[in-house]
């Protein structure tokens, strides 16, 4: 495997990054996961438009402009012959002191992986997955902008290893007020009398690609759709629960808690999102 890093093409195991780094040091980056489908990068903009906010948002200067990135990310899909795959971008503030004084970091490291993913077997998408609901609370928005990929996941990772000491795939996480607000690596949804209901940015969510794809592919194919506040209880009556994510697509939740979600399997709103996205994934590639 070969990786894109600072401007060059190195093997995989030659791919570093100092243990200076106040990417190591403190987790200060940002970064993209990002589909590639038939050769192409999947929303490229959007997602080059989220890296920019995010960096924006911890005050950490890009050292390459859009086109540039967009360059490295397809040298790195070439590189490794990727057709369908998966690309990490990532941007870190780089080298510093042992301090916390993110200026002394003068120049940021940015580095482009491009290989396979499938985190969930393709008959998960009919069978559908199990969650549970974490108790570790999602960070507020108010420590950390919500909205800001970072390279700071550690209040992920909790939630998650939460699902994986309970035997399952995902967590779904509530914020501080005690709403839902979304799964360890994917945005929440259900379907309920017909309409299809997501929490809000306001929710401490992370916005996602893929859920914006899918909340303008609902919109097209006339499904009602509402974007609020919503509460733990309301999973647990739904007809369908569904997760969107870069590496997820769209997937069912069957089960939470141990609690059966609708008739136990992928329900119909859920199958129709999953079948418009993954033909829109095809006419992309056009």
Known sequence: MKVWINGELVDADKATVSVFDHALLYGEGVFEGIRVYGGRIFRCEDHLDRLVASAESIRLPLKMNRQEITDAMYAAIEANGIVDGYIRLVVTRGVGDL???????????????????????EEMYASGLEVVIAKTPRRSGAVIPSTAKTLNYLNNIIAKMEAVDAGVGEAIMLNTR?????????????????????PPPEADILVGITR?????LARDLG?????RA??????????????????????????IDGAVIGNGKAGPVTMKLLSAFR?????EQA
Request: one cysteine or more.
């Open 279 to 283: 033909e829109l994934t095809k006419a």
């Open 212 to 216: 914006g794809v899918v909340i303008g």
């Open 223 to 227: 499904i009602d759709l509402e974007e």
């Open 99 to 121: 301090g916390l004084d993110p200026f002394l970091c003068k120049h940021s490291t940015v580095y482009v992986i491009a290989d396979q993913i499938e985190l969930y077997p």
């Open 230 to 255: 919503m509460m733990p209880a309301e999973l647990f009556t739904a007809d369908e629960c569904f997760l969107t994510g870069t590496a997820a697509e769209v997937i069912a939740v069957t089960k």
């Open 178 to 198: 005690g709403e839902v607000a979304e799964a360890t690596g994917d945005n929440v949804f259900i379907v309920t009398g017909g309409k299809v209901v997501t």
